[in-house]
């Protein structure tokens, strides 16, 4: 077998293929490693996760005096309230206009209840944890394992995957989650999608969970990808208005028509993926795309 | 394949394996700064850096390489979104210019489709090997195979002035 230099290495036959290597050998990377830093430059989602840390440590701190075995211990933080009150599971915590609350969630995180809120332990024990938030915002740092923490809201569930989160719903019972630190995952009737830090997604009346969007995402494409999401606008609009970030939008879309194509015209150096996995909604090639994907969001 | 182990190192934020790590792998993302036409110098240190501070953002050890290729190409591709007031000029007592020769051989390969210019990059200019090349980037031999040969044809074709 003839050798192939130019897959094996080494040096090509033909004069004009050495000629362009010599060339070309004066642009060849030749520079020592940078000074790597002694501590990680400080960022913004450092001082977010020390901002957490800082308010977990809190919480360990308080919750041996509130917390009892039976139920959650809370207080006011904002407003009239109680100082030192027990949400037993089965009760309903309401708050008013002017009270803001803090909630320990058992033995794994805070719950910070915003005015105008109501809000029901489901359930507390065994790892599993449960709220249902019927309707007000809530603002959750949790420091469980996955899954361990899950709020139902009226058309759909919010899983905690390990992460800080803020959840509101609205009076018709649509739920809208910004995701500040981790990951949490959406889900309703089988259909999941995927909220990493620095996005939103949320629940819909009668249907799937939104399709999740960059908190940033440019308003054009936010508002192409909510007519397709209710079923009256084009996934071509959708396409058209994408941009490189917005194929964490299109990778929950990926099993459509043409999606594959676009994601791969906006992110040229993704991987080779098996177009065909993807498209038929294959577990593991979908995860592979996303491991891509979500390297080129940062 | 990056070995694993030098990435859990890495994780640690140990200087010595982002040593390694930068020794295996500089050549490569220096190939993409060059592909997208940024200063690929430069582009390694920032990209690097990056890895040095994001490295607990890496889900799978074993994909390193094709993590660090990622963030060179967003990194390359948000310097080019960036306005360029004037030309960055050249440091005093810096490297004289490559010759005509060079820079021309540079433009022809930038000048190649997205699929073959970092490949074709990282072979001809920075010497990487086909599995070399598979390695890093997570390519399969046989795409690093076909973009090398793909790549090189048109490359002729242009340096001959052929369309």
Redesign the interface.
């Known amino acids: 077998m003839s050798h192939?230099w130019?897959?094996?290495?080494g040096d090509p036959e033909e004069e004009?293929d050495r000629a362009?290597?010599r060339?070309?050998?004066?642009?060849?990377?030749s520079?020592p490693?940078?000074a790597?830093?002694v501590a990680?430059?400080g960022?913004w989602f450092a001082a977010v996760g020390l901002s957490l840390a800082a308010a977990a440590a809190v919480f360990l701190a308080v919750r041996v005096a509130t917390t009892t075995p039976s139920g959650w211990g809370y207080r006011a933080i904002e407003g009239p309230g109680c100082a030192a009150c027990v949400l037993a599971v089965g009760d309903t915590l309401r708050t008013d206009a002017a009270t803001r609350v803090r909630l320990d969630v058992a033995d794994v995180g805070l719950l910070d209840v915003a005015p105008g809120t109501t809000l029901t332990l489901a359930a507390s024990g065994d790892g599993a944890h449960r709220v249902v938030l019927e309707r007000g915002r809530v603002d959750a740092l949790i420091v469980a394992p996955a899954r361990a923490f899950v709020v139902s809201t009226p058309h759909g569930e919010v899983v905690d995957l390990g992460c800080a989160f803020a959840l509101a719903v609205d009076d018709v019972g649509r739920a809208q989650v910004d995701v500040g630190a981790g990951t949490v995952a959406v889900e309703r009737g089988g259909r999941a999608t995927r909220v990493p830090a620095g996005a939103r997604g949320g629940t819909r009346p009668d249907a799937p969970p939104a399709t999740p969007r960059w908190q940033d995402a440019d308003p054009g494409f936010a508002a192409a990808l909510d007519a397709w999401d209710a079923g009256a606008g084009p996934l071509s609009a959708v396409l058209a208005a994408a941009t490189?970030r917005d194929t964490l939008s299109l990778w929950h879309l990926a099993t459509e028509p043409g999606v594959f194509e676009r994601i791969v015209a906006l992110e040229?150096?993704v991987?080779?993926t098996d177009e065909a996995a993807v498209r038929r909604g294959d577990d593991a090639a979908l995860e592979l795309l996303w491991?891509?994907l979500?390297?080129?969001w940062? | 394949m990056i070995e694993p182990a030098l990435v859990a190192r890495a994780r640690r934020r140990d200087p010595g394996a982002f040593d390694a790590l930068h020794a295996r792998c500089a050549r490569m993302v220096h190939a993409i700064g060059l592909a997208h036409g940024v200063d690929a110098d430069d582009l390694v240190q920032d990209v690097f850096l990056a890895a040095w501070q994001r490295i607990g953002d890496l889900k799978d050890d074993a994909s390193f390489g094709p993590w660090l290729g990622a963030i060179a190409r967003n990194r390359a591709r948000d310097v080019l979104r960036r306005p360029r007031l004037v030309e960055p000029l050249p440091e005093v007592g810096a490297q004289p210019p490559p010759a005509l020769e060079a820079r021309e051989a540079l433009q022809h390969l930038r000048a190649l489709p997205e699929a073959y210019r970092e490949t074709l990059t990282m072979r001809l200019v920075e010497g990487l090997t086909g599995p070399e090349i598979a390695s890093l980037t997570g390519l399969t031999p046989d795409s690093v195979r076909v973009n090398l040969h793909r790549g090189m044809a048109l490359l002729r074709a242009s340096l001959k002035g052929e369309p």
């Open positions: 192939d130019l897959f094996d290495g004009g362009l290597l060339a070309l050998a004066p642009h060849r990377h520079g490693p940078p790597w830093p990680p430059r960022r490189p040229p150096g991987l080779p491991r891509d979500a390297a080129s940062r």
